[in-house]
């Protein structure tokens, strides 16, 4: 089955533990994307990578680091995560840049 | 900067009825997305509109996109409590970026 996965699903944890919340997909895709969702804020693009080793900063990447050293993953890493990064982050992917992107079924991040 | 401004945010509708969210952007992105969430879910791609003049149709839900008004619409037909969800329109960024910017959703209730 074509998916997008991302891992933990939930995640609690205390300010400055550094975490990796990882994302695959299996659909040979290029375009990958990190956003975080915020109410009352929408989506909002964290980091995005146009293929291996191609990585950007989207319009919220304080805080973020991503890589991307195989085309089917792309793990968004908090090295010192902090109360402000507790959200729901969504990972995504798309087969080039301006296709529909696919979507991951969230990680909901609680930071103490 | 670009913008991307939904209305309405909340929108309660019967049954039945007829209805049409709006989504403006502020720059001269020509692909313009809507996407679909449901309570507690990821998001799922409705419509991808490439052109001026562009029109989808789905089911009940049909977008249009007038890149000069740098204006879409998400118009739906005779609402069903299925469609229920938060509706989101995005814009992909063209100047020298790969970046995608979200609207703050609309949140559709349609009452029985």
């Known amino acids: 089955e074509a998916q997008v996965t991302q891992n933990p699903r939930y995640l609690i944890t205390v300010t400055g533990k550094k975490l990796t919340v990882t994302c695959s997909q299996n659909?040979?895709?290029?375009?990958m994307s990190w956003y975080r969702q915020d109410p009352g804020l929408g989506l909002r693009q964290i980091y995005y990578?146009?293929?291996?080793?191609?990585?950007d900063k989207g319009d919220v990447p304080e805080g973020y680091k991503v890589s991307r050293k195989e085309k089917r993953n792309f793990p968004l890493i908090l090295e010192s995560p902090s109360p402000n990064q507790t959200s729901l982050y969504f990972c995504?992917?798309?087969?080039?840049?301006?296709?529909?992107?696919?979507f991951g079924p969230g990680t909901r991040l609680t930071v103490t | 900067e670009l913008k991307v401004e939904q209305n309405p945010l909340f929108l309660s509708m019967q049954e039945g009825k007829n209805y049409t969210i709006y989504c403006n952007y502020s720059?001269?992105?020509?692909?313009l997305y809507w996407y679909r969430q449901d309570p507690g879910k990821s998001l799922e791609s409705l419509f991808v509109?490439?052109?001026?003049?562009a029109v989808k149709q789905e089911g009940r839900l049909m977008a249009s996109l007038d890149t000069k008004a740098r204006l879409s619409t998400l118009h739906i037909t005779a609402a069903v409590h299925d469609l229920s969800a938060t509706y989101f329109c995005?814009?992909?960024?063209?100047?020298?970026?790969?970046?995608?910017?979200f609207g703050t959703g609309t949140r559709l209730k349609v009452l029985a």
């Open positions: 995504a992917s798309s087969p080039r840049v301006y296709y529909e992107q696919y």
């Open positions: 659909m040979n895709h290029e375009y």
């Open positions: 990578s146009m293929n291996v080793e191609v990585t």
């Open positions: 720059t001269t992105s020509d692909r």
């Open positions: 509109l490439l052109s001026n003049g």
């Open positions: 995005a814009a992909g960024r063209d100047s020298g970026t790969y970046k995608y910017i």
